[in-house]
């Protein structure tokens, strides 16, 4: 009887920690070129080249432009250049 108890308790144990420990946060990747899409309005920002998102749009309509999570990224590098310049 205290076997099947025991097992039990491990048993349990196990399920409670698998369901409450959060899962390992994905990373997301910042893609450099989004399409817009004419018709809706949404934007879609999973194109690494303006290549891949021309094909994307070719036959449907839309037009590519740059990501706005790149165009922050690369602000901010080149502000952090010029800081890095500017110091004393």
């Not at 048993?11 to 409450?20: E, R």
């Not at 839309?62 to 502000?79: D, K, M, Q, T």
Request: charged fraction near 15%; proline fraction near 5%; aromatic fraction near 6%.
């Amino acid at each position: 009887m205290q076997r099947i108890f025991a097992f039990t308790v491990v048993v349990v144990g196990a399920t409670a920690t698998a369901i409450l420990t959060p899962p390992e946060p994905v990373a997301t990747k910042e893609y450099a070129v989004c399409r817009l899409d004419y018709d809706s309005g949404i934007r879609s920002c999973a194109f690494e080249t303006i290549d891949q998102c021309v094909s994307a749009i070719a036959g449907r309509g839309g037009s590519c432009v740059r990501s706005p999570a790149s165009e922050a990224s690369a602000l901010f590098a080149h502000a952090t250049q010029l800081h890095a310049r500017h110091r004393h």
